[in-house]
């Protein structure tokens, strides 16, 4: 059956996935089981209860026990898939990661009809946003350049780049109405719900390589719905890092030149001067 849902299924690039899809399994064998069980039983009714047997109807009906059991039996099961793997699953998803596992903390920001990506940079602090400096084309998440922890936070649109094998928490949220963040390879799908931040965490254990993932929007957000579509790159942690550090780059301005040592030993004030550069 794995075998068979595999050949349906895309890829599995997170460390959770095999899980679900081992649920999902679980879920088609149960399925199966009542497919071809009220299949057989509807069949057997058709005969057993044919009028050329019964001219007349019988008002007290079936009197057996075999139904009762046989429901029974089925709520068991479900009740089994539900605690023992539906549950314990959905709480070790949205559990946060333990203090030393060093997540990477991604905002993204759905709209209609795009996602947009906001990373805090180097510094690790999310730059403030303000209503009134959202601009659709050039600032769509209203990020205040001017506050410092902003200067360095990257964003993009429809492009979530992620490394392997570290975990990640995505913040998750939107402008405007419910959207669904799904990313299928990673088994991941949230619904984005306005006014709240939902953390999602999953975990990539496989680089995107050549292929490129995509991010879905898997709620019917408007007449947009169908091109909300954004693309995830897993890249190992180096790559990933190289083209964090060319994204910071692009934003911020180029570091001051250190000052010369003569300058900062000039007792005539020059100190001053080199300690300040950027007010001459
Ligand atoms: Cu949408």
């Given amino acids: 059956m ?51 047997r019964s001219p007349r109807a019988s008002y007290a009906g079936a009197r057996g026990q075999v139904s009762t ?57 999310f730059g403030a946003r303000r209503l009134e400096l959202i601009d659709a084309s050039t600032n769509p998440l209203g990020l205040d350049r001017d506050d410092p922890a902003a200067r360095d936070d990257v964003t993009t649109i429809n492009q979530l780049r992620l490394p392997v094998q570290r975990p990640v928490t995505v913040l998750l949220s939107t402008k405007d109405v419910i959207h669904s963040f799904s990313l299928p390879v990673m088994r991941v799908k949230q619904d984005a719900i306005p006014g709240l931040e939902i953390p999602v965490h999953f975990k990539a254990v496989k680089t995107s390589g050549d292929e490129r993932w995509e991010i879905a929007c898997a709620q019917l957000c408007g007449l947009g ?27 911020m301005p180029a570091p001051e030149p250190e000052p010369e040592p003569e300058a900062a030993a000039d007792p005539e004030g020059g100190a001053v001067e080199a300690a300040t550069p950027q007010e001459s």
Avoid: C
């Avoid at 998803?93 to 990373?119: K, T």
């Fill in 69 to 125: 059991y046989t429901e029974v039996g089925v709520a068991l099961v479900e009740a089994v898939l539900l605690f023992a793997f539906a549950i314990p699953a959905w709480a070790k998803w949205v559990a946060p990661y333990p203090e030393d596992s060093d997540p990477l903390v991604v905002r993204v920001v759905g709209e209609q009809f795009a996602w947009n990506v906001h990373y805090s940079g180097p510094d690790g602090v």
């Fill in 2 to 52: 794995q075998w068979l849902i595999g050949r349906f299924l895309p890829v599995n690039a997170s460390e959770h996935g095999p899980h679900l899809d081992y649920l999902t399994m679980l879920v088609h064998w149960l399925m199966l089981a009542l497919f071809v069980g009220w299949g057989a039983y509807f069949v057997y009714v058709l005969f057993r209860f044919r009028s050329g």
């Fill in 225 to 251: 719905h169908y091109r909300m579509r954004g693309f995830l790159d897993v890249l190992e942690p180096a790559d990933f890092d190289a083209w964090m550090a060319a994204e910071v780059a692009k934003r």
